[in-house]
Structure formats: structure tokens, C-alpha cells
Nanobody, 127 residues
Framework: EVQLVESGGGLVQAGGSLRLSCAAS????????IGWFRQAPGKEREGVSCTSSGPFSTYYADSVKGRFTISFDSAKNRVYLQMNSLKPEDTAVYYCAAARRGFYGTTWLRLWEYDYWGQGTQVTVSS
């Protein structure tokens, strides 16, 4: 069974940091693009970051550039999202997703391009 599981969410004060983890079972991340998305209450799901193989690329939403870093640990089959300098507006449920393709430009933002989704982990940033 293919499954993605996020972890690492929680409650943090503004300016703090969290590291989210996305673990896969049933498949390996090789040859997949892995994206992080988030959805705040009453808002649409939006792209946060993506790491894409073939060729290797990373993408970030403008709102998180310089604060968030995506990384891939092939040995553990995990993708991480290091989130620093968190702001209250970063509060959302964060999801990881896997796509059996590479991306270019802004195509990584297309939710429908992703084949598998996790259940999400809540991140709450207090002011």
C-alpha cells in the first residue's frame, strides 16, 4: 500500500522553527517529485516547496523563500521541510505529496499533477 505520512508539526511562537518530515511506504522517492503544500482555514491549498528529480531542482513559494528549506534523505526515504523564522500567517495544515514526474517553472504548483498525498500535519504559529 502506498502511503505518505507527515510528522513534525506543532505549536511554536513567531520567530521559531519546526522541521516537518514526510515518510513514504510502498514506494521510494527516487524518480518522484515531492512537494509540500499547506492549507489554512477558509483558504485554498497552496504550494510551499518542491524537490524534483530528473534534473534535480528545488522550488519555493515567494512567501517562504529564505525561511524554509526542503531536503531529501534518500537513505531514509524521507523529505524534510525546515521552517525557520515562522510567522502567524504560516499557520496551516501542511501536506506532502508525490508526483511521478519532474517539474519546470511553476508547474510544481499544480495540485492535480501529484499522485499521492499524505494526511497532513498541523502547524500553528502564535504571535
Amino acid at each position: 500500500e502506498v502511503q505518505l505520512v507527515e510528522s513534525g508539526g506543532g505549536l511554536v511562537q513567531a520567530g521559531g522553527s519546526l522541521r516537518l518530515s514526510c515518510a513514504a511506504s510502498g514506494f521510494t522517492f527516487d524518480n518522484y517529485a515531492i512537494g509540500w503544500f499547506r492549507q489554512a482555514p477558509g483558504k485554498e491549498r497552496e504550494g510551499v516547496s518542491c524537490t524534483s528529480s530528473g534534473p534535480f531542482s528545488t522550488y519555493y513559494a515567494d512567501s517562504v523563500k529564505g525561511r524554509f528549506t526542503i531536503s531529501f534523505d534518500s537513505a531514509k526515504n524521507r523529505v524534510y521541510l525546515q521552517m525557520n523564522s515562522l510567522k502567524p500567517e504560516d499557520t496551516a495544515v501542511y501536506y506532502c505529496a508525490a508526483a511521478r514526474r519532474g517539474f519546470y517553472g511553476t508547474t510544481w504548483l499544480r495540485l492535480w499533477e501529484y499522485d499521492y498525498w499524505g494526511q497532513g500535519t498541523q502547524v500553528t504559529v502564535s504571535s
